[in-house]
């Protein structure tokens, strides 16, 4: 019998990276992409029943938080809905889970957060993974399912869609000056091969219960902080401006308490954030080459 991984989201920012390396190390792999339908209709993965599926590694999943705003209901389907037909599989194919989750603390009550501390959505779309890990808690007290849910901070790496924090700074570092909307905020930024590590050890994980981790560098940055950075990487100087405009429900500062999954994944954060920078600025310099 083979031992296939099935990546929904598969040919997604993180879902790419996850099936690359697991074709890397061997592994058998089904990506699925959108083309191969809406993760919250059961035929997208019941065309998969039967093909000796171990694991079922779900990256699926809406994730820009303004767009939740517009489309709450949209977000739910996906990523809620989503999340429900993608334990289903694993409950009836006899299939382990592993959830990839975001974060879901809202206002932190102290610092580092812990996996532990209040779950506190301030957006529908923190709010429909929140619903996603209930459906996954669920599965694995009441119908025996080995789940594990991994809630990754703000990730970032080569390929990241573009209206995300570090792409936007990036982008501008080809221009003549760097404007951004509030140079205050701190978050806990981690890098795409980081998380990927962490999946990769969380899918290996075989027996039952459900198990929650953090996923993060244990530290934060501020926006200014990480415009500092990119601008050394880049070898710029350019001008920085904000327009001091604080977002709805902003969150003064994000710190992970990685302490779990250093313990139970043997994981660690090991790119730190001037080595991701680097990447991803050569990475834009590459495309931006093959466009010329």
């Known amino acids: 019998m083979s031992d296939r991984v099935l990546v929904t989201g598969g040919t997604g920012f993180i879902g790419a990276a996850v099936t690359a390396a697991l074709r890397q190390a061997g592994r058998a792999v089904i990506a699925l992409g959108r083309t ?14 039967g093909k000796d599926i171990t694991s079922v590694i779900h ?20 990523n809620a809905v989503g999340t429900l037909r993608a334990l289903e599989f694993c409950r009836t194919e006899g299939a382990r889970l592993v959830h990839i989750s975001a974060y879901i603390y809202g206002q932190p009550e102290k610092l580092p957060i812990a996996e532990d501390a209040p779950v506190r959505a301030n957006n529908p779309y923190a709010l429909s993974k929140h619903v996603a890990e209930e459906a996954c808690r ?11 849910i991994l809630r990754p901070f703000n990730i970032y790496g080569p390929g990241q869609p573009k209206q995300f924090l570090i792409p936007t700074i990036l982008a501008q ?4 000056a760097i404007e951004m909307l509030d140079l205050e905020p701190r978050r806990d930024y981690v890098a795409l091969a980081d998380l990927v590590d962490a999946i990769l050890r969380a899918e290996a994980i075989g027996d039952g219960g459900c198990r929650l981790f953090n996923i993060g560098s244990g530290r934060s940055a501020s926006v200014a902080e990480i415009v500092a950075a990119a601008q050394a990487v880049a070898g710029t100087r350019l001008n920085v401006t904000s327009r001091n405009k604080q977002r709805p429900n902003e969150i003064p500062d994000v710190v992970a308490d990685i302490t779990a999954a250093q313990a139970q994944l043997g994981w660690e954060p090991r790119v730190s954030l001037p080595e991701g920078l680097k990447e991803c600025w ?3 310099v590459r495309a931006l ?3 010329r």
């Open 36 to 49: 191969d339908g809406d993760i919250a209709d059961p035929q997208t993965l019941d065309r998969h029943r």
């Open 59 to 78: 990256c699926a999943g809406r994730t820009f938080v303004p767009d939740s705003w517009e489309d709450p209901a949209g977000f739910m389907a996906t």
């Open 138 to 148: 669920f599965h694995a007290a009441h119908l025996g399912m080995p789940v594990t």
């Open 173 to 176: 570092l080809q221009g003549s």
């Open 282 to 284: 050569r990475a834009q």
């Open 289 to 291: 080459e093959q466009t």
